[in-house]
């Protein structure tokens, strides 16, 4: 009897301790509710990556393979005093290519404070995303491009682009560049930007913040750059689903800093680089 009584607790305990090491706790998904978060692509970037957010900083790759897209630039400086007013006008083609690469064309023009309008040169920029997104804190992207001047020194120029989310409906981006002429008068020039929106409406309205700080100086005056410190509101309005404007104009803080910098950007989007995977973001395994 004493053996039966043995047996019994024995069986018990075992069952006990089967049932506490299979028992798991709950889990807990947060779905995002916005479709402008929801992963695109073959990278598992969320959409809102593929409608330029902020003009003054890049994030990530903006067209998935063979995907196109044409964006109108209309970047003006406010200046006090003799230094006028001047626009600059871009025309951009972007191409995405695979394995994380992306491929853009620019051609530049200006008009200066006596309405002459000149070529000021076409440039290549080349892009490549360390991971896809979300594998790598603050998702890592390389960026190179080489512009050809109309009637000076070439230019080479080189970033690091940073974005990531930082809540549902948050969006934020950072870039660090170095750029530099190659002949000429040797400018070198240093640059920071960082920005961050809030949706107002799920793939339709957007606002946040923009700001920019740069250092440059040229060849016989290296000990004394120009330092340029300008910050702003901006706001993207998205018409359709292909299509997007920015406006940002930046108040200019420090002393070698226009009175107001500001950026008028339109985008239009060939192709499906905008069709929701089969599930958010937010909810996919890092």
């Known amino acids: 009897m004493r053996r039966m009584w043995l047996l019994a607790a024995v069986a018990t305990v075992a069952m006990g301790a089967n049932a506490q090491t299979t028992k798991l706790p709950p889990v ?9 978060e929801a992963a695109v692509g073959p990278y598992d970037q969320p959409e809102w990556t593929t409608e330029r957010r902020f003009p003054t900083t890049r994030v990530y790759l903006q067209q998935t393979p063979w995907n196109v897209g044409v964006e109108q630039w209309v970047r003006t400086f406010w200046n006090d ?13 972007e191409l ?8 853009d064309a620019y051609e530049v023009w200006t008009i200066d404070k006596n309405s002459t309008t000149a070529q000021r040169e076409w440039s290549l920029e080349l892009r490549y995303a360390l991971a896809d997104w979300g594998k790598i804190p603050l998702n890592p992207t390389l960026y190179y491009e080489y512009a050809f001047a109309h009637n000076d020194a070439n230019v080479g120029e080189a970033k690091l682009l940073l974005g990531d989310e930082l809540a549902n409906g948050w969006h934020w ?3 660090l560049s170095y750029e ?54 901006s706001i993207q309005w998205r018409p359709t689903k292909n299509t997007h404007l920015d406006v940002v104009p930046l108040i200019g803080i420090t002393d070698d800093a226009p009175a107001v910098e500001s950026f008028l950007v339109f985008g239009y989007d060939f192709g499906l680089g905008s069709e929701p995977n089969a599930a958010p973001v937010s909810t996919k395994i890092r």
């Open 180 to 233: 530099w002429s190659y002949g000429g008068e040797q400018s070198k020039e240093y640059m920071e930007t960082f920005s961050i929106s809030k949706t107002i409406v799920d793939r339709k309205l957007s606002a946040g913040i923009e700001g920019l700080y740069a250092s440059e100086s040229e060849k016989d005056s290296r000990h004394n750059p120009s330092n340029c410190l300008e910050v702003g509101p």
């Open 173 to 175: 981006g950072a870039n």
């Open 81 to 93: 005093g003799d230094a006028g007013t001047h626009h600059r006008f871009y025309e951009e083609f």
């Open 28 to 36: 807990t998904v947060n779905e995002s509710p916005l479709k402008e």
């Open 96 to 103: 995405g290519l695979p394995h994380r690469f992306q491929l």
